[in-house]
C-alpha cells in the first residue's frame, strides 16, 4: 500500500541523515538538560518563557519522528502552500514542513523562535 511518504524528499539519504543526526542528539541530550532543570527545584508554572527558553537554549525538544510523519502527511494531504510555525527550535519540524511543501510543489514556511542563540544557528544553515 502506497503511504504519504512514497516518492517524498523525506526519503533521501541526504534528508534522512540530518533528520537522524537531529533526533539522535535530542534522544541523547535533551533528557539531561530537562533533569537538570527538574532538579534545580525551579517551577515550571513560575518560570517565564523567556527563562525557559534559555534553560533549554541547548535543548532540541523536536517533535518526535511519528509526529513529524504525520505533520508532513497533513500537510502533504491538503496540499499547503504556506506554513507558520511558532517554536522553530533547532529546525526539526521545519524539516518536515519543508519537505511536504516541497513535494506539493512549493511554498513558504515562517518559523519564529524565541531564543536569540537557537536563531543565530538557524539563520547559518543555508542547506541541509
Ligand atoms: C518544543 S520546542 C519546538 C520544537 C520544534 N518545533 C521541533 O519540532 O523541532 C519549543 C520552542 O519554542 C520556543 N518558544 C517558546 N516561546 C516562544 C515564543 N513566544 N515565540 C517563539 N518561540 C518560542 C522555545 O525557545 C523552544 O525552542
Not at 36 to 53: I, M, P, R, V, Y
Amino acid at each position: 500500500m502506497a503511504t504519504a511518504t512514497t516518492n517524498s524528499i523525506l526519503l533521501l539519504p541526504e534528508v534522512q541523515s540530518v533528520l537522524e543526526r537531529l533526533h539522535t542528539l535530542a534522544d541523547t541530550g535533551d533528557e539531561v538538560i530537562i533533569q537538570q532543570f527538574l532538579a534545580s527545584g525551579a517551577d515550571w508554572n513560575s518560570t517565564s518563557s523567556e527563562q525557559k527558553a534559555t534553560v533549554f537554549q541547548s535543548a532540541l525538544l523536536p517533535i518526535s519522528r511519528d509526529v513529524g510523519r504525520f505533520l508532513y502527511g497533513v500537510a502533504r494531504s491538503i496540499s499547503a502552500q504556506r506554513i507558520v510555525e511558532f517554536g522553530t527550535s533547532y529546525g526539526v519540524s521545519t524539516i518536515y514542513f519543508a519537505a511536504a511543501l516541497h513535494d506539493v510543489g512549493g511554498g513558504l514556511i515562517i518559523g519564529s523562535e524565541l531564543e536569540r542563540s537557537k536563531v543565530t544557528k538557524l539563520r547559518s544553515c543555508t542547506s541541509l
